[in-house]
């Protein structure tokens, strides 16, 4: 049985991550951290827990994650970079659900998120963990940055389409739409209810931190530069992304649906829906799937993709116990084959 950390565990990933554990067959939660909450049990705080879960949160200082076969940050940016270097000399495996580790070049890092990196020489060897694309490195790797929210389901959307080189890498766009839940567990006012609530807004248009990340992952897919505009928006709902794709075809005679039922014919997390379909964002929540429709409207070049996902699993913890898993030459879909929480 692996013993699992988890740093940061009081915010959303981080129950997320306690719920799946809680159901892995060869894994469970052996110490979870909270600088504010130490000492009290995680099920007082998380209440869904009770029954599944005996554990208490302890002062990070305090943490046995040495003990851990793997430890997963659920962390603030800029966190988990100065305890990594430390647990990886340990022997211990790292997952890191922040930014730390995200982007290659440190210097791009640094000018978006503000801060110089702490350890250069363990970010060179970080693997991003999109198993789609990076299944066998992930299997061999120490240290993965899992993949953020919006940047799994714009990647897993374009992937068919650039491998193939079948679009115009120039004018590629991605409208994608976040429930409430993506900006995390802390009070923040444009996430009060009556702030959300029947409400609809763009935000970071200007440029949003997942901008190079996204662009980083596309770049390596089409094997050259990419031109993207990418919006993010909030919706008033609690879970879910829905991002709607736009490429350019090459080749409008293209067989898109082919496409996207080839490229994906033996991925345990990604569905591809019948020709006609929209993907709903509720036949995702709580699972770690990601399901995908392609379209291509009439008199028009351009193809259409629709990819929804559940921010808080596909898009974040499931997606970091599914790159558990592959380390760990685990079965892939370990502790990740539940039903979608339906209505």
Not at 232 to 242: A, D, E, F, K, S
Request: charged share 20%.
């Amino acid at each position: 049985m692996l013993k699992a950390g988890i740093v940061g565990g009081t915010g959303y990933t981080g129950v997320e991550l306690l719920r799946l554990l809680a159901g892995h067959p060869q894994a469970r939660a052996h110490v979870i951290t909270s600088r504010g909450e130490a000492g009290r049990p995680v099920a007082e705080l998380f209440p869904n827990l009770r029954g599944h879960l005996d554990l208490a949160f302890c002062h990070p200082e305090e943490a046995a994650l040495e003990e851990c076969d793997v430890v997963f940050f659920a962390t603030p940016n800029g966190t988990a970079m100065q305890a990594v270097p430390r647990l990886l000399e340990a022997g211990v495996r790292v997952i890191d659900l922040g930014a730390d580790f995200r982007i290659r070049d440190l210097a791009l890092w640094s000018r978006w998120y503000g801060m110089e990196h702490a350890c250069p020489e363990v970010a060179a060897e970080a693997v991003y963990g999109l198993p789609e694309c990076h299944r066998e490195e992930i299997r061999r790797a120490r240290l993965v940055a899992n993949p953020g929210c919006y940047p799994t389901a714009v990647q897993l959307g374009f992937l068919p389409l650039l491998e193939a080189g079948l679009v115009d890498t120039d004018t590629l766009v991605a409208d994608a739409k976040s429930g409430a839940s993506g900006a995390g567990r802390q009070p923040k006012q444009h996430t009060l209810l009556g702030e959300a609530s029947e409400n609809f807004r763009a935000y970071g248009a200007a440029g949003h931190r997942h901008l190079p990340e996204i662009r980083q992952g596309l770049m390596e897919m089409s094997g050259g530069a990419v031109g993207l505009m990418f919006t993010p928006h909030l919706i008033p709902m609690v879970r879910g992304i829905h991002a709607t794709l736009y490429a350019r075809l090459r080749d409008p005679d293209v067989d898109l649906q082919g496409v996207f039922e080839e490229r994906y014919a033996h991925e345990p997390f990604v569905d591809v829906l019948p020709p006609g379909s929209h993907p709903e964002t509720r036949t995702v929540r709580g699972v770690n799937t990601c399901r995908i429709a392609v379209h291509r409207q009439p008199y028009s070049d351009m193809a259409l993709v629709l990819a929804v996902e559940d921010n808080l699993v596909k898009g974040a913890a499931g997606q970091a116990i599914q790159n558990m898993n592959l380390m760990f030459g685990l079965p892939e879909t370990a502790g990740l084959d539940a039903v979608a929480l339906l209505p």
